[in-house]
């Protein structure tokens, strides 16, 4: 009874996002266009609510900005003209995936410089350990060496043990 | 030199806490134009008050002017449009006024009952003009120059502080650009 609940619940919750996707009736003359749409308004930002794509914002401007990306994908214009309609008119900021260029190399570079800085400290951590590991056995040998008696002393101890 | 290597992950959380702090006070909600010193947008619309009239791009030129971009759904809109009347009365502002996404009877009673401060009113009701000036919601005023180029761009109410501060010291100067 209990994982019955839990299961209807568990079913409300996934299907809860559906209700707030904006819906539209666009009709596509091709399959491919409709596709493009759908990764095009999910790949672009919403200028007036920042954290929500063109697909899922309800927002006036997010719809008229639906409409155009339409008439533009229905008049055969590529996924790159889009984009460039858009970054024209409200700035590279409708990029949720930046462009590279000059002013993104930080964003773009900085995983990778911090990958590199952190493989560095990694192997330069590595190292010294294994430094610091050849060290401790080689004193280890050393005290082994010292703790062999000789045959003369096993000998005395074997004496003195009786 | 054991010592200082302690204190890098200190100086880290104050490189990021700098970072964050700065965040804070970010005006992320404004975002910079694409348009400043681009050519207003081409368009080819009726005018509120008269239907019958066409206006088009060449109609703003001549002189440096405000666009304003209105509607009255717009609360701040109606917050900023007295200190709009005052500008044009009193300091001879051109502006001219962009109703953007609105019903055509209600932007005119509008007009009618708050006094008119523009030249004229674009009626932009498929909100298409708004898109090609980068509009993402009123009120929001462009400073264009007499050829026609944006030359700033404000998102949110025009008041007496932007006025002095800002727009009136810009209009002087690009004044000041045209007739040198």
Redo the contacts between chains.
């Keep these: 009874m209990k994982l019955r609940s839990l299961l209807i619940i568990l079913v409300l919750f996934t299907l809860a996002p559906l209700g707030y996707a904006a819906i539209d009736t666009y009709e596509f003359s091709t399959p491919d266009r409709q596709q493009r749409f759908s990764v095009l308004t999910n790949e672009l930002r919403c ?2 609510c ?1 954290n929500q794509n063109i697909a899922d914002s309800n927002s ?2 997010a719809n ?2 639906r409409r ?1 990306i339409y008439r533009m994908l229905e008049e055969g214009k590529s996924d790159d003209q889009v984009i460039e309609f858009l ?5 590279e ?1 409708v990029l949720y995936k930046p462009r590279f260029s000059s002013k993104t190399i930080v964003l773009w570079g900085g995983p990778v410089l911090f990958l590199l800085i952190g493989l560095m400290v990694l192997f330069g951590l590595l190292s010294k350990n294994s430094r610091v590991d050849s060290v401790v056995s080689e004193k280890g040998a050393d005290s082994q060496r010292k703790n062999q008696l000789s045959e003369d002393e096993r000998q005395r101890l074997k004496k003195l043990l009786g | 030199m054991k010592r200082l290597k302690l204190f890098i992950p200190l100086a880290i959380f104050i490189v990021i806490a700098g970072f964050l702090y700065k965040g804070l006070f970010l005006e992320k909600d404004i975002l910079p134009s694409a348009l400043i010193d681009k050519p207003f947008p081409e368009f080819e619309l009726p005018t509120v008050k008269d239907p019958t009239r066409i206006v088009t791009r060449k109609d703003l030129l001549g002189q440096v002017s405000l666009v304003n971009v209105w509607a009255t759904w717009c609360p701040s809109c109606r917050v900023e449009h007295p200190y709009l009347v005052k500008l044009a009365k009193q300091e001879g502002v051109a502006i001219f006024g962009i109703d953007y996404k609105d019903q055509r009877d209600q932007a005119v009673r509008w007009l009618n009952q708050l006094h008119d401060p523009y030249i004229f009113s674009i009626e932009d009701a498929d909100g298409r003009l708004g898109i090609d000036l980068g509009v993402y919601g009123a009120p929001e005023t462009y400073l264009v120059d007499s050829k026609g180029m944006i030359r700033y761009k404000h998102v949110g109410v025009v008041d007496e502080y932007l006025w002095r501060n800002t727009l009136k010291p810009l209009i002087e100067q690009i004044k000041l650009e045209e007739k040198g």
């Design positions: 200028p007036k920042q006036p401007i008229d900005l155009e970054v024209d008119r409200y700035g900021f």
